[in-house]
């Protein structure tokens, strides 16, 4: 049959089309499985003092060297709380999806760590040279020089005194939500707290009636967050660095002057434990010009985990450390 030379040309622009279609596909096919690399997650023996401490690296599996980023849990509740492995709400593996090795460490009588027979030994600066021990590892595994650290509520009085004591082995340093000053003498006589569920939520911006917020926090994200907590800590943790913190306002916490390396002061305005005040007065005294202070309007002390805040969280915490080096 005679084929029209028009007919021919469109044919012809059809199987190109249908070929680039195909490649275009492939590629879109690899491209996104690169983008959603395994998460490799590992144990790393670590022990002070006689104590196991558990320390625990996430990293995404593509042959890229990564900047290490360890992650220091407050009082009461251990390193969980950084992988809430609910939708893309776990800090760990997202910061293990954007260049970076994450470590988590559990400070002595904490999580998956060793008990302690005095719960009032691991105090803030007990648990800083926790931190300091984690981060000789961490550096002696990866042969690199300094270490990036985040601490989140009583992990800032730790890692921050940590900082202040080893600049040379920190590049840069995450205050998140700090406890700048003591929250109110009180008296801490039992070496060890209780843990209940009910406390484990307090972390969470309340409703009026006085349960745990969900228009703030999806309900599946506080129960994963509930739920780790019930099993890795259990009914009990140690008291030492709750007896640091119940001290009279006027005592700081943080050695905020003495911290040399470049620091972010992250914190929600809404947050109870922590004063925006306070948070500018300890910038001010920050030494190093590329320290920087964000605060988040609306955000509560668990921003990391609140629908409305996370992502511009993690964001802002992002963008100060991929500035490079100090």
């Not at 040309?9 to 279609?21: A, C, D, P, Q």
């Not at 491209?31 to 490799?40: D, H």
């Not at 943790?237 to 306002?249: A, H, Y």
């Not at 306070?278 to 609140?306: F, Q, V, W």
Request: net charge neutral; charged share 25%; glycine share 8%.
């Amino acid at each position: 049959m005679p084929i029209n030379k028009n007919e021919l040309t469109m044919e012809r622009v059809r199987k190109v089309l249908s070929g680039f279609s195909v490649c275009l596909l492939l590629l879109l096919f690899c491209g996104s499985s690169a983008l959603a690399a395994e998460i490799f997650r590992e144990t790393v023996p670590l022990e002070r003092n006689r104590v196991p401490l558990h320390l625990e690296r996430y990293v995404e599996k593509d042959g890229k060297r990564k900047q290490p980023l360890l992650l220091v849990h407050g009082v009461t509740y251990s390193s969980h709380e950084f992988d809430v492995d609910y939708k893309d709400y776990s800090l760990a593996r997202y910061f293990a999806g954007h260049g970076f090795e994450v470590w988590l460490l559990d400070i002595a009588g904490f999580g998956n760590s060793g008990s302690v027979g005095d719960g009032f030994r691991p105090d803030s600066d007990y648990a800083a040279e926790d931190i300091a021990a984690a981060v000789r590892c961490i550096m002696q595994r990866d042969q690199v020089s300094f270490v990036d650290v985040l601490g989140w509520s009583w992990g800032t009085v730790t890692s921050g005194r940590f900082a202040a004591r080893h600049p040379e082995m920190v590049r840069r340093l995450v205050l998140y939500a700090p406890i700048v000053a003591g929250l109110g003498e009180q008296q801490v006589a039992e070496p060890f707290h209780t843990n209940t569920w009910i406390h484990a939520a307090e972390d969470f911006q309340t409703a009026p009636d006085g349960g745990i917020d969900f228009r703030i926090v999806e309900k599946s994200v506080a129960d994963t967050y509930l739920s780790n907590a019930w099993r890795n800590d259990k009914t009990s943790s140690p008291n030492g660095g709750r007896r640091d913190l119940l001290v009279s306002p006027d005592t700081r916490l943080i050695p905020t002057a003495d911290i040399k390396v470049p620091t972010l002061i992250i914190v929600g305005s809404k947050d109870p434990y922590v004063s925006p005040a306070l948070c500018e007065e300890a910038y001010k005294t920050l030494p190093d010009r590329n320290s920087r202070l964000e605060i988040i309007e609306g955000g509560g002390h668990a921003m990391l985990m609140e629908r409305p805040y996370y992502r511009r969280f993690r964001a802002k915490v992002r963008a100060f450390l991929s500035r490079g080096a100090r």
